[in-house]
């Protein structure tokens, strides 16, 4: 079993994982499966992924004839990474280069068009969205990722649930393709996770500038989430002639609204108040 072959490996070079990393490598085969299922990945591809670890997942990129990027934090998983990796970096068809570094900070490069594909550490899991899709030079095509259940159910909500659901409806489609037992990774952490796919626009539904405003706005909203937007949106100089001019009921809580209105209500707030 995958497992058993995973705790052996890391027993016999004297590896222990750290969970401050958030090391909890998949060992479940069949999440592994649908993982690349829903990634859609095929020969000669170009794929990014967060947090390789030993390489469990990056294997399975690999076998699948993907030219792989891989960014780790944990010097130690290095020459880890292509001695459990193996043969696999023998075949023609693909290619891995593994940076050692912060993926939040690291100089990242990979010719477009490429996905992301990979197990993240969910500690990082908001900056590191926000690095993906509003920071490096290419946006994606797609990100297929195993996070906190939590999370995911937040970013496929159809209403803003948080300004992780604003950014990514912002730039792409989410999708909820299963969720992930603990029991299937090692060690099991202390919440269930999720696989998401996101599936990005050729473009965003706004330019960067914009959409980091947008963002600015919903963080300001979302502080009083409990309040409604008459006395969050409505305390900006503007704010209620905006929410007036857009239609958008000031009575109405910022957990209820969407993607489509937050787009609205940015346009008609006098950006120099703010």
């Given amino acids: ?16 994982l750290t969970k401050d990393l958030g090391q909890h490598f998949l060992t479940d085969d069949a999440v592994l499966g649908e993982i690349l299922q829903a990634a859609k990945v095929k020969p000669g591809d170009n794929v990014l992924e967060i947090g390789p670890g030993i ?5 399975e990129l690999l076998r699948a004839g993907a030219n792989v990027t891989a960014v780790e934090l944990d010097e130690r998983m290095l020459p880890l990474l292509k001695e459990f990796i193996g ?3 023998t075949a023609d068809r ?13 100089p990242i490069s990979i010719p477009p068009p490429y996905s992301v594909v990979a197990n993240i550490p ?8 926000r690095r993906l899709l509003l920071e490096l030079p290419d946006l994606p095509t797609s ?9 995911a159910e937040t970013i496929c909500a159809k209403t803003t649930e948080g300004i992780l659901t604003a950014l990514v409806g912002l730039c792409g489609k989410p999708t909820l393709i299963r969720h992930v037992p603990s029991v299937a990774f090692l060690p099991p952490p202390a919440v269930e996770s999720s696989v998401l796919h996101i599936e990005c626009f050729k473009e965003p539904l706004a330019d960067r500038d914009t959409i980091k405003r947008i963002l600015k706005l919903v963080k300001h909203a979302m502080s009083g989430r409990r309040k409604m937007l008459r006395n969050t949106v ?12 857009t239609g958008i009921d000031p009575e109405r809580r910022p957990q209820t609204m969407h993607v489509e209105e937050w787009m609205k209500l940015e346009r008609n707030i006098d950006r120099d108040a703010r």
């Avoid at 390489?55 to 294997?59: A, E, M, N, P, Q």
């Fill in 1 to 16: 079993m995958l497992a058993d072959d995973v705790r052996d490996f890391l027993h016999r070079h004297k590896v222990w």
């Fill in 55 to 59: 390489g469990i997942l990056t294997r």
């Fill in 87 to 89: 043969q696999e970096l």
């Fill in 143 to 151: 990100l297929t990722l195993l996070i906190q259940r939590e999370v």
């Fill in 234 to 245: 409505g305390s900006l100089p503007d704010g209620m002639k905006a929410l007036e001019e």
């Fill in 94 to 106: 693909c290619s891995l280069i593994a940076v050692q570094g912060n993926a939040l900070h690291t």
């Fill in 122 to 129: 969910y500690a990082i899991t908001s900056p590191l969205l």
